[in-house]
């Protein structure tokens, strides 16, 4: 008898925090923080693309996605999918059919803890994807079980239904609701210093006067003699 654990969908982020977290790099965050952040083996098949939302959670068993074909049919308009393999590494569950069916649906990207397929049905769709690589070997409709919104495990990160994900060319951050705006916050007030930091280095100054780090060297070598 199969297994089949499913919940409510998640709210959605609002309009205005998502096009907030839109301006931010995930690197910038990772300046302040070393939390959150997926294996980076989870990487782009998309260049140029950065999305947020709220966390769509689901986890199936290594060759079955009969689960994953019946979410494609509940996946809203801004929703992200977020895809725990249960370790394994072997079977693509998605391919240029899924990315067709999530794109029609509305949902902004898909991540996969594990390797996708048809990479340019993916790229003529342009739908934004994170995934571990490719792989020819895909899944079956077994009916084998599997949960939807329920806590999960993807690039080593617990992600529960609803998490804010923000994801980019540099990678896949997993934030608490609760606190994703004031992270996007002073994310943007650090994007903007560097910006203006950036513009004093091209008008001649040296970045390591900026920085302090070139006062942190001086420092330590007059302690020395």
């Known amino acids: 008898m199969p297994d089949y654990r499913i919940e409510a969908m998640p709210e959605q982020l609002p309009a205005a925090l998502v096009e907030k977290l839109q301006k931010v790099e995930t690197a910038t965050i990772g300046h302040s923080q070393h939390?959150?952040?997926?294996?980076?083996?989870?990487?782009?098949?998309?260049?140029?693309?950065?999305?947020?939302?709220?966390?769509?959670?689901?986890?199936?068993?290594?060759?079955?996605?009969?689960?994953?074909?019946?979410?494609?049919?509940?996946?809203?308009?801004?929703?992200?999918?977020?895809?725990?393999?249960?370790?394994?590494?072997?079977?693509?569950?998605?391919?240029?059919?899924?990315?067709?069916?999530?794109?029609?649906?509305?949902?902004?990207?898909?991540?996969?803890?594990?390797?996708?397929?048809?990479?340019?049905?993916?790229?003529?769709?342009?739908?934004?994807?994170?995934?571990?690589?490719?792989?020819?070997?895909?899944?079956?409709?077994?009916?084998?079980?599997g949960t939807l919104n329920l806590p999960i495990s993807c690039g080593n990160v617990p992600v529960k239904a609803g998490d804010v994900i923000l994801a980019d060319e540099s990678g896949v951050l997993v934030l608490p609701r609760a606190e994703a705006e004031a992270i996007a916050d002073a994310a943007i007030a650090r994007q903007e210093r560097g910006e203006r930091n950036q513009a004093r280095v091209k008008a001649g100054e040296k970045l390591g006067d900026i920085s302090g780090a070139t006062k942190m060297v001086l420092d330590a070598l007059a302690q020395k003699g």
């Open 35 to 145: 939390w959150g952040f997926m294996d980076r083996g989870i990487q782009p098949l998309l260049r140029g693309k950065r999305i947020a939302a709220a966390a769509v959670t689901l986890a199936i068993p290594g060759q079955d996605s009969t689960l994953l074909h019946h979410t494609l049919g509940l996946l809203r308009p801004g929703d992200i999918l977020v895809v725990d393999r249960l370790g394994d590494d072997k079977h693509a569950c998605w391919g240029g059919g899924v990315t067709v069916a999530a794109k029609a649906a509305g949902a902004v990207g898909g991540i996969v803890d594990g390797p996708c397929t048809d990479l340019a049905e993916i790229e003529d769709s342009d739908f934004p994807m994170w995934c571990r690589g490719m792989s020819p070997i895909t899944t079956r409709l077994y009916n084998l079980g």
